[in-house]
């Protein structure tokens, strides 16, 4: 079956067919710009062939009416019908409290995936927007499924998802921790347990999903047991714009003080702050370590701060676990710089993690980068939440058919 997997943004559109009989990709692409004047396509089929086209997108359905367009129609088309889509993967951030694993989309469940806005408000809506634009094109006939990114993590106990706060607030408005990421830290545990040949369920690991927007989860024996994510993915420590775990009464001071409404400093925390807000520089963690390295005090001080913080939480899931078996990287930063990973697990030199320098270099393929000898394994390997998210709707639609 080919399953079409699409990640709505607020102004972007990305998409991958997937061919589930050998789980290669036919085609991928990106409709950017949703809304503005120079709205565009860029799509590439899996034998290199390429399409792009700047075409007007006022809204999602346009960006859906030209990506099948690009793969059906196009000089790179790589279907000859859209009747050749067995079924539709929509990645969602946030199932709140509705949600505890992927499912199959109808009119109860796309509302409920737009009321859940409140709670990630970059990401609901325009996912709820994809799923009406897929509908307008497909009609009912092309099953959709719903693969929610806080899915993974509804396992957490209680000690780890509430706040310390006055519990009236998780009765009355759903207020806890729920995370995020979790379709990748699920894939990357399961691939880690696959790769050290053993049962996920008889390992602790600790995974690190380190891109712009970053998390970690400690995950006892398949299930996750603790992620730095919180009510919305802007919890943990600094990212690439946001801020990650502050002091809460910073923010009530600095909200006094500069004279700040509650959604002002929501996009204060969530747009202005982590790397960009420390270095002055930069969101992007390239462009952060290159000016640290020319010297830029706040630039090399933002590494240096996400580097600490995460290492920070890593310990602090080994220790949530009593334990831990491997540590693994992924995601642009996790997968991609070297430096990082050495910075992190030297913080667990006392407990025999020890790095080899020579791995530690490989990119883009899953690797061991930890010696033969040390006490704990770390592995990078890339995320691959298409795939995770066209397997669990393949499960779900086969399992319609029986
Ligand atoms: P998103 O959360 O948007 O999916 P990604 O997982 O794509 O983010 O990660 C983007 C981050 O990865 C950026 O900060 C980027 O600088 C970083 N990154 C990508 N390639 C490299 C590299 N070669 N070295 C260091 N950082 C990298």
């Given at each position: 079956?080919?399953?079409?997997?699409v990640n709505a943004g607020?102004?972007?559109?990305?998409?991958?067919?997937?061919?589930?009989?050998?789980?290669?990709?036919?085609?991928?692409?990106?409709?950017?710009?949703?809304?503005?004047?120079?709205?565009?396509?860029?799509?590439?089929?899996?034998?290199?062939?390429?399409?792009?086209?700047?075409?007007?997108?006022?809204?999602?359905?346009?960006?859906?009416?030209?990506?099948?367009?690009?793969?059906?129609?196009?000089?790179?088309?790589?279907?000859?019908?859209?009747?050749?889509?067995?079924?539709?993967?929509h990645r969602v951030v946030h199932?709140?409290?509705?949600?505890?694993?992927?499912?199959?989309?109808?009119?109860?469940?796309?509302?409920?995936v737009d009321?859940l806005k409140?709670?990630a408000?970059?990401h609901n809506h325009p996912h709820y927007l994809g799923i009406?634009?897929?509908?307008?094109?497909?009609?009912?006939?092309?099953?959709?499924?719903v693969?929610?990114?806080?899915?993974?993590?509804?396992?957490?106990?209680?000690?780890?998802?509430?706040?310390?706060?006055?519990?009236?607030?998780?009765?009355?408005?759903?207020?806890?921790?729920?995370?995020?990421?979790?379709?990748?830290?699920?894939?990357?545990?399961?691939?880690?347990?696959?790769?050290?040949?053993?049962?996920?369920?008889?390992?602790?690991?600790?995974?690190?999903?380190?891109?712009?927007?970053?998390?970690?989860?400690?995950?006892?024996?398949?299930?996750?047991?603790?992620?730095?994510?919180?009510?919305?993915?802007?919890?943990?420590?600094?990212?690439?714009?946001?801020?990650?775990?502050?002091?809460?009464?910073?923010?009530?001071?600095?909200?006094?003080?500069?004279?700040?409404?509650?959604?002002?400093?929501?996009?204060?925390?969530?747009?202005?702050?982590?790397?960009?807000?420390?270095?002055?520089?930069?969101?992007?963690?390239?462009?952060?370590?290159?000016?640290?390295?020319?010297?830029?005090?706040?630039?090399?001080?933002?590494?240096?701060?996400?580097?600490?913080?995460?290492?920070?939480?890593?310990?602090?899931?080994?220790?949530?676990?009593?334990?831990?078996?491997?540590?693994?990287?992924?995601?642009?930063?996790?997968?991609?710089?070297?430096?990082?990973?050495?910075?992190?697990?030297?913080?667990?030199?006392?407990?025999?993690?020890?790095?080899?320098?020579?791995?530690?270099?490989?990119?883009?393929?899953?690797?061991?980068?930890?010696?033969?000898?040390?006490?704990?394994?770390?592995?990078?390997?890339?995320?691959?939440?298409?795939?995770?998210?066209?397997?669990?709707?393949?499960?779900?639609?086969?399992?319609?058919?029986?």
């Open positions: 079956m080919k399953i079409l997997v607020s102004s972007s559109l990305k998409y991958q067919l997937i061919d589930m009989d050998n789980e290669q990709v036919i085609a991928k692409g990106l409709c950017d710009k949703i809304g503005l004047a120079d709205s565009n396509i860029k799509h590439k089929a899996g034998d290199g062939r390429e399409y792009a086209a700047e075409i007007a997108m006022p809204t999602h359905s346009e960006a859906f009416e030209a990506l099948m367009y690009a793969l059906a129609e196009s000089d790179a088309k790589v279907i000859s019908s859209p009747d050749e889509i067995g079924a539709i993967g199932g709140g409290t509705y949600f505890n694993k992927s499912c199959l989309v109808d009119d109860d469940v796309a509302e409920k009321e409140e709670l408000p970059l009406v634009a897929c509908t307008k094109t497909f009609g009912k006939d092309v099953p959709q499924v693969v929610f990114d806080t899915a993974f993590h509804q396992t957490m106990p209680e000690k780890a998802y509430i706040f310390g706060l006055p519990y009236e607030y998780y009765e009355k408005y759903a207020v806890r921790r729920y995370g995020a990421h979790g379709t990748s830290h699920k894939y990357v545990s399961e691939r880690c347990a696959d790769l050290m040949g053993k049962d996920k369920k008889d390992l602790k690991i600790v995974t690190c999903h380190i891109g712009n927007g970053a998390s970690i989860t400690a995950v006892d024996g398949g299930i996750c047991v603790d992620t730095s994510m919180g009510f919305t993915p802007l919890d943990g420590f600094i990212m690439g714009t946001r801020s990650g775990g502050v002091d809460p009464s910073a923010l009530t001071y600095i909200a006094n003080k500069e004279n700040i409404t509650p959604d002002q400093m929501s996009d204060l925390l969530n747009k202005k702050s982590g790397l960009l807000g420390i270095s002055g520089v930069s969101s992007d963690n390239r462009d952060v370590s290159a000016a640290a390295a020319e010297g830029n005090h706040r630039a090399a001080l933002a590494n240096e701060i996400q580097r600490y913080q995460i290492a920070k939480f890593v310990g602090s899931y080994i220790a949530a676990m009593n334990g831990v078996d491997a540590i693994v990287f992924t995601a642009g930063i996790g997968e991609n710089d070297p430096t990082l990973r050495t910075e992190v697990c030297k913080h667990f030199g006392y407990m025999g993690v020890k790095i080899d320098e020579e791995k530690n270099l490989i990119r883009g393929e899953e690797v061991e980068i930890s010696t033969p000898d040390s006490t704990v394994k770390v592995f990078i390997i890339p995320t691959n939440e298409e795939l995770a998210i066209a397997k669990d709707t393949l499960e779900i639609v086969t399992n319609l058919k029986k």
